[in-house]
């Protein structure tokens, strides 16, 4: 059964502040994967960046502190998210970030336009990740790089707990999202189905890497 967009944009806009202070209290586990997803991205000056899925804004912010003077953008569909988003940049002090209403799977700008894309989470949660890795290859330009975090099988203990909170509290419901608790399995990414989609998508080159609890792919067009 499908993922349901509409449902989905329901959850994550109803949790989108608790996800935001979760984040805060768990820092800790991003200690391994947000350097190397950073490292990887390279972000310099001058160039144009894009969050894709951007939340509460983390990495979209993160980006802006390496290069302060690169041009960049964070998409979501959730409101919620994106007012956190813009909040979050505002108290670390950048107000040029442009945070807007887009769709990882129809992507809001025009062919190669960006130098490159970051985007943790978020192909796991959508209906159609073979379409957002093809938009992710379209907007991008020749030459450019995407750099792609997934749950590794949802394993890690921060997201094993996120989930039993979520449960608990009764703010998620896979009937929502238009699929039933058995099916959550086959949208966990491994290794060789996330290489699948993105060399699928055109990327010449796919370099696959296990970074604590999270599959990381470094994509180059």
């Not at 997803?37 to 894009?50: A, H, T, W, Y």
Request: glycine share 10%.
């Amino acid at each position: 059964m499908p993922i349901s967009k509409e449902g989905t944009v329901r959850l994550y806009d109803a949790i989108a502040p608790l996800y935001s202070f979760f984040r805060k209290i768990t820092h800790k586990s991003d200690d391994k994967i947000m350097p190397f997803m950073l490292n990887s991205l390279d972000p310099r000056n001058g160039e144009v960046i894009l969050d894709a899925g951007t939340g509460p804004g983390i990495y979209a912010i993160k980006i802006a502190e390496i290069a302060r003077d690169a041009q960049v953008y964070g998409i979501d569909l959730s409101p919620n998210f994106l007012k956190l988003a813009e909040r979050n940049a505002m108290k670390a002090g950048f107000n040029h970030i442009k945070f807007m209403k887009g769709d990882v799977e129809d992507i809001p700008f025009n062919d190669h336009h960006f130098d490159k894309i970051v985007c943790a989470g978020v192909l796991s949660a959508i209906p159609n990740p073979e379409q957002a890795a093809c938009e992710f290859y379209r907007v991008l330009k020749m030459g450019g790089r995407a750099v792609i975090q997934e749950p590794n099988g949802g394993l890690g203990a921060r997201d094993r707990y996120f989930l039993l909170l979520l449960y608990a509290i009764g703010l998620i419901n896979p009937k929502r999202r238009g699929f039933s608790v058995g099916d959550i399995p086959q949208y966990f990414f491994s290794q060789r189905s996330l290489r699948k989609i993105l060399e699928g998508a055109g990327f010449e080159r796919v370099e696959i890497a296990e970074v604590g609890s999270s599959i990381c792919a470094i994509c180059s067009k």
